[in-house]
């Protein structure tokens, strides 16, 4: 298996792809084709998510053998809560909800950060790799929290974290600035999560800085999304959640279902698409914003437009105007066409625009359907959902239950639907809490008015961040991004 550039250039080994995490050019990588896989044949492996987890991340990273995998997958998900690892819970005749965040940051973004370090000191040993890798992340939220906790003295590795100043929940900044680790840095920028992730991938393609790291004897890597490190072991939580349904006789072998995915950045959605592309029988995808609703905007028209007011909301993960892996799905609709792809890039570059042609937006449509929410309805669809279920939404789950009571209502679909719960709740318990009552702005005061009012328990990962110190108080400007990445080496 090679990889390819979405933008052009040689392809390279799962292993080079994940320590590079972004193409020389400015391109993500691709696999070059997608392994094919017959869910019967996966039925076995239901109960068992490491071991499926190997058998479909192995055809990706042949040079490591499967039974090896396995022994990491092992390693990997020993620190969640459940041997599910995303347990499901029935909200409804046709509904499921899938519960990615019962690992170690209660976000799931876990899922995948804790595998990516062990693919990538494997692919650290495939290349003989001898330099520090230095990893870059920007973070709308959860993605920072569990990218720490995963490389966290990780022998060979530095991980430097940037992520909004104001743009995340208080226990999300919490949990990135007390983040202990000799190798481990946090830095908030002046700015949105898109202007971070901007400054990061302009760090990655400024020659100047990666000879300049070269020579103090780093590499640079990444472990956002676009990193293929980071999307592939996602892509086996779609397989879990479908195999479960079949094994638990909620839906025939082969039948196909519905995804609904809260979303900014694209990677969750975009690894259920690979899913599919690998023999998953899925019959939509439907995709879930905020009022950040430029893929809502993009799947209805074709027009990707960024020149628009950017807000900041509860469900803070999901406020991202520039949908980095969107990029991915683009090289698959125009026919793998780096030239077509590029230019799109480049327009959004330059312009914040572009469109896509009318057979594409044929595809997409036949793949997708969109819809947004604004605050409002988030609130109403997490005390709806509580009252009416006994069940507690955070605001990025309760705004793809929103979209998805929607797009049953208006299109009549009663395809077994899961729905992606990306997050504890308690994660926002400020954003939660108003849903039922006003409160102050005490994360900690309203999460224990939270658990009063709702019985549901608080995680002690989060009790254990009150009073903890803060060892990460930088805050920079986004001019300032390339000098301070420099500063600690």
């Not at 790799?129 to 973070?139: M, N, S």
């Not at 819809?371 to 069940?391: L, Q, S």
């Not at 209502?409 to 809490?433: C, E, H, I, M, Q």
Request: net charge negative; proline share 5%; hydrophobic share 40%.
């Amino acid at each position: 298996m090679k990889y390819l550039s979405t933008r052009g250039g040689e392809p390279v080994s799962a292993a080079t792809a994940i320590l590079r995490g972004i193409c020389p050019r400015g391109g993500l990588y691709v696999p070059e084709t997608f392994p094919q896989l017959n869910v019967q044949d996966l039925l076995p492996l239901a109960g068992d998510y490491p071991a499926l987890a190997a058998h479909i991340m192995s055809p990706y990273f042949p040079e490591v053998s499967e039974t090896r995998l396995r022994e990491l997958t092992g390693l990997a998900y020993a620190s969640f809560d459940t041997p599910d690892v995303v347990p499901l819970v029935s909200l409804g005749a046709n509904e499921t909800v899938m519960e990615l965040w019962h690992g170690p940051t209660m976000a799931f973004k876990d899922v995948a950060l804790q595998m990516l370090p062990y693919l990538m000191r494997e692919s650290m040993r495939l290349n003989n790799e001898e330099k520090q890798i230095y990893i870059l992340v920007a973070t709308s939220g959860d993605t920072g929290k569990a990218a720490l906790e995963g490389f966290a003295d990780v022998k060979g590795t530095r991980i430097l974290v940037y992520y909004p100043a104001g743009g995340v929940s208080e226990a999300q900044r919490l949990q990135m600035v007390t983040q202990e680790g000799g190798n481990v840095d946090v830095c908030g920028v002046v700015g949105n999560f898109d202007d971070a992730q901007t400054g990061v991938k302009r760090i990655f393609t400024n020659p100047e800085i990666a000879d300049e790291l070269e020579r103090r004897g780093y590499r640079l890597s990444s472990a956002n999304s676009i990193n293929f490190g980071r999307l592939l072991p996602q892509i086996v939580y779609y397989f879990a959640s479908y195999l479960r349904l079949a094994a638990e006789g909620k839906i025939n072998c082969g039948e196909e279902i519905n995804f609904c995915v809260p979303t900014g950045n694209f990677g969750n959605i975009l690894a259920g698409y690979y899913a599919k592309r690998m023999g998953l029988p899925v019959a939509k995808f439907i995709c879930a914003s905020n009022r950040n609703n430029v893929l809502t905007d993009f799947m209805q028209t074709g027009g990707y437009n960024a020149n628009r007011p950017f807000y900041k909301s509860m469900s803070c993960s999901i406020d991202i105007l520039i949908s980095s892996n969107l990029e991915r799905l683009l090289f698959e609709l125009n026919g793998r066409d780096t030239a077509a792809t590029e230019a799109m890039m480049r327009g959004l570059k330059e312009n914040g625009s572009y469109a896509i042609t009318d057979d594409m937006l044929a595809q997409l449509r036949g793949l997708y359907a969109a819809d947004w929410c604004d605050e409002t309805d988030t609130h109403n669809t997490i005390r709806d959902t509580f009252m009416g279920h006994r069940y507690l939404l955070d605001p990025h789950t309760a705004v793809a239950q929103t979209v998805y009571a929607r797009y049953a209502a208006g299109t009549g679909d009663a395809t077994r639907t899961v729905v992606l719960s990306t997050a504890n709740p308690y994660k926002f318990s400020t954003g939660v809490l108003r849903a039922f009552e006003d409160g102050g702005e005490d994360d900690f005061a309203n999460a224990a008015r939270l658990h009063e009012v709702t019985n549901v328990p608080v995680p002690p990962q989060l009790l254990a961040l009150r009073g903890k110190p803060e060892r990460h108080t930088d805050v920079v400007q986004i001019n300032e991004l390339e000098r301070r990445t420099l500063a600690p080496l």
